[in-house]
């Protein structure tokens, strides 16, 4: 019992982990690029874009949906390492 | 055949497939009725989660607000889409490893207590009321504009088409409706948008348009271009906002996890096999809503743009038909000031509220404003949510493009009141009835107060429809501060803070919703006059004030847990069983 415990503990820390690290990319490109450094962005061109208003209206966009799906293939390798993955249950 | 043909003959075929959908798909459990089984594949939900997100809101107006707010519009574009990171990261999966069927059922087992479930309820149909009210309005809106019947008889019909679906057919019938009108509405948004791209730039795709060549010979992007035109009319530069950082900052964020807090869309998680499935389903619907939000912008510079370039500075002789039309319906007006005959568009309202007129006519065929003319040297009123609906028009794209907006719009708006129908009759028939104040019934009986409790939802939701509060518009924007500042923190809490009890989520969650439902009143109803910057707390308006609510729920939450009894051991032993994706119940079939 104790040996599980220790095991999902781990686990959850790892969860942890990368979620931290997938939020902090979320707030950067949202929060950062697209509102608090948008006018210092904007002195770049992008595509025909002000590089900041590119990154309120479009970048950020993109970037959360790749976030998920990362979030979701990291967390399937980290599911089946601690052998807590929902495969098996079919 | 003309556009009012086709649109009829688009409507009824889109509506016979909703009702075929729903005589297919009939729900013959509670199961079934309330999560569909939980068989639902992660694309299929993905799409269905999508629909049910994207309202007529998002649909007819977000492309129009953004025209007119340039950068500003940005709250919208990432509110509304970066709460799916939050769901994704945060809720959905350890939700659906939970299980159950509805939001309030996690608040009551998690907190141990039916006063959380009662006050979850509370919040559930406080939010899902304000956002539906709209919608049905959004029906009639269309129904009225491209069919030409009144706007109590689109409502009529439109409550008539929900109620086989959703009634008849539970989560099981709207989830696969709502992936029928993805298809339908996604594909009525990128059409006419990109024919607009092409138009203007040569590049066929709209994303890659707003940044591409204005095909003019200027040489000149359609940003630097949009920059241009408006400076030289006396607006502020598109790429630059008027809201301060931090109001933007705070809209954004009360939209994000108000997004990640409201029930219509965390439900769409319960009904995916398994807790891989869920974080995979947000992924996918994320992107389906990236596409059209994505678009959008794009959607919305392009109207601006063409806007300007038809109307200013042309005679009234000379304007396109789509002017007269939605001018003689008041929704775009105008008033000759200079009396040079000729159109001039600049900063500010023309004239005090929405056009009216008088009989009379002038010489070049114009209708008399009545109302208060103002200082300003604008002459023309225009409605910002004409623009996704007159774009075909203002293009002149042909016929069955405009017929196809209609249906689109009709999509969107049907399967968002849908899903939000759905989470309202679930709510009162599984936590209210069967959880609270008859804890014996059977399952057949629960099924059938499910569908009592959706037919009498749809009846109350079509009222509002017909006769809507002056506010009801802006009250949606408002559901996403009260969904962030009361559900949002419970939830988040619920999974990631062993120790928050009973007591600290109710305080939270009584807190959060009080501060932020008195902030939106006093500013909106009470008063209206003080409404500005100068008033406002740290600079936020009422529209962002969820974000400050949520931070007042966590901490209250915080304070009064520590300061409490700990939380039962049977409760610890579900935390640590939802944070474990293996072990799942296994699904229904379909």
Redesign the interface.
């Known amino acids: 019992m104790s040996d599980n415990n220790n095991k999902n503990h781990n686990y959850w820390r790892a969860n942890i982990r990368l979620m931290l690290i997938l939020l902090a990319i979320w707030f950067t490109v949202s929060f950062g690029f697209g509102i608090i450094l948008v006018d210092w962005l904007n002195q770049f061109q992008f595509f025909g874009f002000k590089l900041g208003f590119w990154w309120a209206q479009q970048g950020a966009i993109y970037v959360f949906v790749i976030l998920i799906f990362v979030y979701t293939a990291r967390m399937k390798k980290i599911d089946r390492e601690h052998g807590v993955s929902d495969e098996d249950d079919e | 055949m003309d556009a009012q043909t086709l649109t009829y003959i688009f409507v009824f075929l889109t509506f016979s497939l909703y009702i075929g959908i729903a005589i297919w798909s009939r729900a013959s459990s509670t199961n079934e009725f309330y999560v569909a089984g939980g068989g639902v594949h992660p694309v299929a939900n993905g799409m269905a989660t999508a629909a049910d997100w994207m309202s007529a809101a998002s649909f007819i107006s977000m492309a129009g607000i953004?025209a007119f707010m340039g950068?500003d519009?940005?709250v919208y574009?990432?509110g509304w889409?970066?709460g799916?990171?939050?769901l994704?990261?945060?809720l959905a999966?350890y939700l659906r490893k939970f299980g159950e069927f509805t939001v309030p059922d996690f608040i009551g087992t998690r907190y141990y207590s039916s006063a959380a479930r009662i006050v979850a309820v509370i919040s559930l149909i406080a939010i899902s009321f304000t956002y539906i009210a709209g919608q049905m309005r959004g029906v009639g809106i269309v129904f009225s504009q491209f069919l030409d019947i009144p706007i109590t008889w689109g409502v009529i019909v439109g409550m008539a088409v929900v109620f086989m679906y959703a009634v008849l057919g539970g989560m099981k019938g709207i989830t696969y409706t709502q992936v029928a009108q993805y298809c339908v509405l996604i594909f009525a948004y990128l059409v006419p948008a990109i024919f607009i791209s092409i138009l203007i730039t040569g590049v066929p795709i709209p994303?890659?348009g707003?940044?591409?060549?204005v095909v003019d010979g200027s040489g000149l992007?359609?940003?630097?271009k949009l920059d241009a035109t408006l400076v030289d009319l006396g607006f502020t530069p598109y790429?630059d906002g008027s809201k301060s950082?931090m109001d933007?900052?705070a809209i954004?964020?009360a939209l994000m996890i108000g997004t990640a807090g409201l029930p219509h869309v965390i439900v769409r998680f319960f009904t995916v096999p398994?807790?891989?499935d869920a974080?995979?389903s947000?992924?996918y619907a994320?992107?389906f809503i990236?596409l059209l939000?994505?678009t959008a912008?794009a959607v919305g510079a392009f109207a601006r743009l063409n806007f300007v370039d038809t109307v200013h500075n042309t005679t009234y002789t000379d304007i396109p038909n789509w002017f007269k039309s939605w001018e003689d319906i008041g929704l775009i007006g105008w008033h000759d000031k200079n009396a040079d005959g000729r159109i001039q568009y600049h900063p500010g309202a023309p004239f005090e509220g929405k056009p009216t007129y008088d009989e009379d006519r002038r010489a070049d065929g114009s209708r008399n404003v009545t109302n208060k003319i103002t200082a300003s040297q604008n002459e023309v009123y225009v409605d910002r949510d004409i623009m996704v609906l007159a774009n075909p028009e203002i293009a002149a794209l042909p016929a069955w493009v405009i017929a196809l907006v209609a249906a689109g719009g009709l999509a969107a708006a049907l399967s968002t009141a849908a899903g939000l129908l759905l989470v309202i009759s679930t709510s009162v028939s599984h936590d209210l009835i069967k959880m609270t104040f008859a804890r014996g019934i059977s399952d057949k009986q629960e099924l059938l107060a499910a569908r009592i409790a959706a037919a009498t939802a749809i009846v109350i939701a079509g009222y509002f429809g017909i006769y809507p509060f002056g506010f009801v518009a802006q009250v949606v924007a408002f559901a996403f501060g009260l969904a962030a500042a009361s559900l949002f923190p419970a939830i988040l809490l619920g999974i990631f803070d062993k120790r928050m009890n009973n007591a600290g989520a109710i305080a939270g969650m009584v807190s959060g919703l009080t501060f932020t439902l008195y902030y939106i009143v006093y500013f909106k109803f009470v008063a209206p006059d003080l409404n500005s910057a100068a008033h406002w707390w740290f600079g936020i308006s009422p529209e962002g004030i969820g974000m400050l609510g949520a931070i007042l729920n966590f901490v209250v939450a915080f304070v009064v847990s520590r300061s409490t009894s700990e939380v039962p051991g049977h409760v610890l032993d579900l935390i640590?069983n939802i944070?474990?994706?293996?072990?799942?119940e296994?699904p229904h079939e379909h």
């Open positions: 953004i950068y519009g940005t574009l990432m889409t970066g799916y990171v939050i994704a990261l945060l999966p994303q890659l707003l940044g591409a060549t992007s359609v940003l630097d790429t950082k933007v900052f954004t964020m398994k807790v891989s974080r995979r947000a992924g994320l992107l990236a939000y994505t912008p640590e944070r474990i994706p293996k072990g799942v296994k």
